[in-house]
T-cell receptor
Framework: LAKTTQPISMDSYEGQEVNITCSHN???????ITWYQQFPSQGPRFIIQ???TKVTNEVASLFIPADRKSSTLSLPRVSLSDTAVYYC????????????FGTGTQLKVEL | GAGVSQSPRYKVAKRGQDVALRCDPI?????LFWYQQALGQGPEFLTY????????KSGLPSDRFFAERPEGSVSTLKIQRTQQEDSAVYLC?????????????FGPGTRLTVT
């Protein structure tokens, strides 16, 4: 599976938009891009998944350029409760999809 | 139940003891995964079940680790003769189907401390 690279940490303030970019140069045709969020003492939680262009749900947007070698998770108007670790993953569409997590991006939101 | 549950939430074991960690997946979920998460790191895959069949155990670190899901629902991860390096959070996840399009739902994890 393609390796992902994302910033180790980011800081923001309440009400700001946060964009976390992930690179995945070796992404394959059958791979999806998936983001998970993890709070301390909890398991990861699915945020959003996409294949190409733009995907939006009630929590976030995911922007994927045509070459799919990178993607950007956009969190609109963050609040203190968005402080968490965000993981970018490449997920294979085939069976038995084990998730391969990196160290993620620690997002800290302040007042 | 609304989500994946795991028990116990915390487990302290003396080195050399055997432990058993339980996972109750979401009802009807075909796939079940176990992950190990060390402090400050992302989760790492241990093993995967589709119904009762263990299809991938490539992530199990040694033959002291054993997992089962005999009836295709509840799963147990067993660690024999625990070592200090086994100290970690063990996460269970389930999904409706197999494949990367299916969201994995994680439990809260079991924090294992080996003294």
């Amino acid at each position: 599976l393609a390796k992902t690279t994302q910033p180790i940490s980011m800081d923001s303030y309440e009400g700001q938009e946060v964009n976390i970019t992930c690179s995945h140069n070796n992404i394959a045709t059958n791979d999806y891009i998936t983001w998970y969020q993890q709070f301390p003492s909890q398991g990861p939680r699915f945020i959003i998944q996409g294949y190409k262009t733009k995907v939006t749900n009630e929590v976030a947007s995911l922007f994927i350029p045509a070459d799919r070698k990178s993607s950007t998770l956009s969190l609109p108007r963050v609040s203190l409760s968005d402080t968490a670790v965000y993981y970018c993953l490449v997920t294979f569409t085939g069976g038995g999809n084990k998730l391969t997590f990196g160290t993620g991006t620690q997002l800290k939101v302040e007042l | 139940g609304a989500g994946v549950s795991q028990s116990p939430r915390y487990k302290v074991a003396k080195r050399g003891q055997d432990v058993a960690l339980r996972c109750d997946p979401i009802s009807g979920h075909v796939s079940l995964f176990w992950y190990q998460q060390a402090l400050g790191q992302g989760p790492e895959f241990l093993t995967y079940f589709q119904n009762e069949a263990q299809l991938d155990k490539s992530g199990l670190p040694s033959d002291r680790f054993f997992a089962e899901r005999p009836e295709g629902s509840v799963s147990t991860l067993k660690i024999q003769r625990t070592q200090q390096e086994d100290s970690a959070v063990y996460l269970c996840a389930s999904s409706l189907g197999s494949g990367g399009k299916y969201e994995q739902y994680f439990g809260p994890g079991t924090r294992l401390t080996v003294t």
